[in-house]
């Protein structure tokens, strides 16, 4: 680049660096203008619902204040911040590398120009600061890297973080002794001071104790020993109960196939797990009681269905000696 073009540049780099800094600078003024005559709203209507005992309001209402105060206390800093850059706009010019006295400023002016919507001209200095020191030292700002050299009060005033119980609790108060009204402070000081639970957590840990009071635990070691033998000498009893109630007959060779299947079935179900344990042996009585009485009425139906046999067998035979 030649020496006309550098010398060219840097005379545009410089105007438009000033021109964007007063009109930010004016900006900001009336800004600052506008809310004080905001907050002074709000508080007045706080003050209204601090005295009608209307405190739950209040303390959302006090959110909103704390807010604005401090985008105005940000917007007052960015406002020197402004000032100095633009008295220090020559030794810019001059230098290529950003000077360390103006470091703080023109970092803090990056961090905060895509957070203050209001302040459309500290994104145009952003612009000329990007130009200027290049995408590395605009993101570092941005992103506030170690030793980016972002104000801190900047950073605090600026951030999206909801304000404490204390916090509000104080500007609440100073509300209170601004418009002389004796307020008791005691019910909302117990409130912030409340540790609200969190229904989200609570549900997954309800749900989690569920879990484990119902899911059997593989290696047994948080049932006791003498319960867990119980259902296994059952089932062994069960089991023998089944073998002694099978029939011989034909007729009973499904009733044994369905018995078969109650004690696979019993099987699975016979799991010796904490509370469920009552569950299954109420399931496992059942089973047997419908068992029994299904071996029960297919042994009777076996036994008329012999009776009847023996009785067309009979009858048969003596059909046969009349004919002869």
């Excluded at 709203?41 to 619902?49: A, P, T």
């Excluded at 020993?225 to 009973?252: F, G, I, M």
Aim: charged share 25%.
């Amino acid at each position: 680049m030649s020496l006309l073009n550098q010398l060219f540049n840097r005379g545009v780099l410089g105007t438009r660096c000033k021109t964007c800094l007063n009109l930010a600078i004016s900006r900001i003024k009336l800004l600052q203008n506008k809310r004080d005559v905001q907050l002074k709203q709000m508080c007045k209507e706080i003050s209204q619902f601090l005295q009608a005992g209307q405190e739950a309001i209040a303390r959302i209402r006090v959110e909103h204040i704390i807010r604005e105060q401090n985008i105005w206390a940000a917007y007052e800093i960015l406002e020197l911040f402004c000032e100095f850059v633009l008295a220090r706009v020559p030794i810019i010019e001059n230098q290529r590398e950003c000077p360390s006295e103006l470091r703080e400023a023109i970092a803090s002016i990056i961090f905060a120009a895509p957070r203050c919507s209001d302040v459309p001209d500290l994104l145009h200095i952003k612009n000329l600061f990007t130009t200027k020191y290049g995408k590395e030292f605009v993101s570092a700002a941005s992103e506030l890297r170690p030793d980016s050299g972002v104000n801190r009060t900047i950073i605090e005033k600026l951030s999206v973080t909801a304000p404490s119980g204390e916090v509000k609790l104080k500007v609440l108060r100073e509300i209170a002794e601004e418009y002389n009204i004796a307020w008791d402070s005691s019910k909302t000081e117990a409130e912030f001071r409340k540790n609200h639970e969190d229904l989200l957590g609570g549900a997954k840990q309800v749900s989690a104790g569920v879990t484990l009071s119902h899911t059997p635990s593989r290696n047994g070691s948080n049932n006791p020993p003498s319960r867990t033998k119980e259902p296994s000498n059952k089932s062994v009893h069960d089991k023998q109960e089944y073998k002694q109630l099978e029939a011989p007959s034909l007729s009973n060779n499904n009733s044994a196939l369905n018995i078969n299947e109650i004690e696979q079935s019993h099987k699975n179900n016979d799991v010796p797990a904490g509370d469920a344990q009552s569950e299954t042996r109420f399931q496992s009585s059942d089973v047997l009681e419908k068992a029994r009485a299904a071996i029960a009425s297919a042994d009777r139906a076996s036994a008329a269905a012999r009776a009847a046999a023996a009785l067309v067998q009979s009858s048969f035979a003596s059909l046969k000696l009349e004919g002869k």
